[in-house]
């Protein structure tokens, strides 16, 4: 599995976990022979994949780092991510796929805009800077075990970014490049049904955490 070789060639993980989400095809048995450790969480929901991934950690793992598997997300900029965290000067590191290069159409227009809006939008109720919602990102373990992420869906991304603001985590946005999916059609923004599910989830996030109480 490509995805897995290119994040081993980073030399940055001490381990690589990935979940097989109720797959059709061989990708449990394609990134274990690459080296992965396999998760398996059959019930769907992208929230439902990430907490199996953080559940199978290892004891001594310190910073977890999240990115998708099909190839959009650049392994090579891990260290961007990881070093502010390493280094004690930021808790969460999230990328950006809107200021960073990003391959002609590896993001819809869909996807730009909501990131905007709700990096918009949470700059007015929490004074942190967000321009995109990218699953690529590293976070602190024990800042995370903080964040109690309760979602199981497609808003996992956007409660871990607003639950980070809310808790007073030292967040910080970087540039990633981005590339069009190796294979297989998107969940989100592959069909029109999708993007509309997504969305509704998306904004019901947003919602349910800027009204709950700290």
């Not at 001490?14 to 059709?24: K, P, R």
């Not at 800042?143 to 992420?149: D, S, Y």
């Not at 540039?175 to 904004?203: M, N, Y």
């Amino acid at each position: 599995m490509g995805v897995v070789r290119a994040v081993a060639a980073t030399n940055a993980p001490s381990e690589i976990i990935v979940v097989d989400n109720g797959s059709s095809d061989r990708t449990a048995e394609r990134a274990r022979a690459a080296g992965a450790r396999i998760m398996a969480e059959p019930r769907r929901g992208y929230g439902r994949a990430c907490a199996a991934g953080v559940r199978a950690l290892s004891p001594e793992c310190e910073i977890v780092v999240f990115l998708d598997g099909d190839g959009s997300d650049c392994p090579e900029f891990m260290k961007q991510l990881v070093d502010p965290i390493a280094h004690g000067t930021h808790d969460f590191v999230i990328g950006s796929r809107t200021r960073g290069q990003r391959e002609t159409g590896s993001m819809n227009f869909q996807q730009i805009v909501s990131g905007r809006v709700a990096g918009a939008i949470l700059r007015f109720l929490y004074g942190v800077r967000y321009t995109d919602m990218c699953p690529f990102r590293a976070i602190r373990r024990d800042a995370l075990a903080r964040l109690a992420m309760r979602e199981q869906t497609y808003g996992w991304n956007l409660e871990m970014q607003m639950r980070a603001a809310r808790v007073g985590l030292r967040i910080l946005e970087v540039p990633v490049d981005h590339r069009r999916r190796v294979g297989g059609e998107s969940k989100v923004s592959g069909t029109l049904r999708g993007t509309f599910v997504a969305g509704a989830r998306i904004i019901a996030t947003l919602l349910r955490i800027a009204f709950a109480k700290l």
